[in-house]
C-alpha cells in the first residue's frame, strides 16, 4: 500500500484544516487507518484512528472534540478534519495503515504503511 498525504499549510490559531491521505495498492479497506504527528524534538504521536469500515474511531484527548477522522473506501482516502486549531497542534502530520485496529491505537511502533509527512502549522 502506498499513502500520500496531503492538506497541510498554515493557519491562524482557531482555524480549520483538512487532511486528506489517498491509498493506492491492496485493499484499502482491509487496513485500519491512523494519522499520527511529530513536532520538532518530540517523538511521533498518535492523534487518531478509525476501524476498516469506519464503524469505531478514536483519538488522543487533546484533541477530542476538534479533530475528527473518517475514511470513503470507495474513494480509497482517509481524512482528518481538524477545527479549532492550537499552535501546539503545529507537527508533520502522517497517515499510516496496519492489519489491525489494536495496533493503530498502540501508538506508532507496528504500523505497516506509512505515508510522506504534511507540515501543519499553527500560527498564534
Known amino acids: 500500500v502506498q499513502l500520500q498525504a496531503s492538506g497541510g499549510g498554515l493557519v491562524q490559531a482557531g482555524g480549520s484544516l483538512g487532511l486528506s491521505c489517498a491509498a493506492s495498492g491492496r485493499s484499502f479497506s482491509s487496513y485500519a487507518m491512523g494519522w499520527f504527528r511529530q513536532a520538532p524534538g518530540k517523538e511521533r504521536e498518535f492523534v487518531a484512528a478509525?476501524?476498516?469500515?469506519?464503524?469505531?474511531?478514536s483519538y488522543q484527548d487533546s484533541v477530542k472534540g476538534r479533530f475528527t477522522i473518517s475514511r470513503d473506501n470507495a474513494k480509497n482516502t482517509v481524512y482528518l478534519q481538524m477545527n479549532s486549531l492550537r499552535p501546539e497542534d503545529t507537527a508533520v502530520y502522517y497517515c499510516a495503515a496496519a492489519n489491525r485496529y489494536q495496533v493503530v491505537i498502540g501508538g506508532a511502533n507496528g504500523m505497516d504503511y506509512w505515508g510522506k509527512g504534511t507540515q501543519v502549522t499553527v500560527s498564534s
Open positions: 478509525i476501524s476498516r469500515y469506519g464503524v469505531t474511531t
